[in-house]
């Protein structure tokens, strides 16, 4: 049973572009959840997706967007990429409403 | 919101030693877990803990939902138990609120 799966692993971009980042959940969940991870600090939530909504949100700016497949994938779209935005960004997936598993991450860094 | 605080931010012990590490929240919660984060980023689920004690090997858990704290319980440490430990709540919302953190160094 593959677990949560992210990608790509590692990432550069420049400031103002946009970047899409990639995720497969654990098989049997249906609920996908977006985390900011900045150097030395806990993981932030950023929103979390479930029968293809976003079904709730953290303080992030609207830059932050997201979408969700029929077969309960996720991506994370970020635009206008600022120099702050550079982070881990780890996934989760749990069934609704319980025990969450996260991805490997993707670090991301913006030059 | 909920606040969530660990402690002690810092540890360093030997080998073989034990350690108890904290987590108070503010208020009160229906899901609360424990991860190990590894030197690479990844979140490694421990303890799913919503209420009550589990045991896991060396690791334990105690949540005390009506006291708003939990505790995990590290025995004999090993140098591959070093990392940092965060404890993660939910509150009848679908997020989880993660502590700072308990940065973790065991010495061979």
């Known amino acids: 049973d593959a677990g949560v799966t992210q990608s790509p692993t590692h990432l550069i971009k420049t400031r103002g572009q946009q970047v899409t980042l990639r995720c497969s959940p654990k098989?049997?969940?249906?609920?996908v959840s977006w985390y900011q991870q900045a150097l030395g600090q806990g993981p932030q939530f950023i929103f979390q997706y479930y029968e293809e909504e976003e079904r709730q949100r953290g303080n992030f700016p609207d830059r932050f967007s997201g979408h969700q497949f029929p077969n309960y994938s996720s991506e994370l779209n970020v635009n206008a990429l600022l120099l702050g935005d550079s982070a881990l960004y780890l996934c989760a997936s749990s069934p609704l409403g319980y025990e969450q598993y996260f991805g490997p991450g993707t670090r991301l860094t913006v030059t | 919101g909920i606040q969530v605080e660990q402690s002690p931010p810092d540890l360093i012990l030997q080998e073989g030693a034990n350690s108890t590490l904290r987590c108070n929240f503010s208020d009160s919660v229906n899901n609360l877990q424990w991860f190990h984060q590894n030197p690479w980023g990844q979140l490694i689920n421990l303890f799913y803990i919503p209420s009550g004690t589990k045991q896991n090997g060396r690791l334990s858990a105690t949540t005390v939902a009506t006291e708003r704290y939990s505790l995990l319980y590290i025995s004999s440490s090993q140098t591959t138990d070093s990392g940092v430990y965060f404890c993660?709540?939910?509150?009848?919302?679908?997020?989880?609120?993660f502590g700072t953190g308990t940065r973790l160094k065991v010495l061979a």
């Open positions: 098989s049997g969940h249906d609920t």
């Open positions: 993660a709540v939910g509150a009848g919302t679908y997020k989880y609120i």
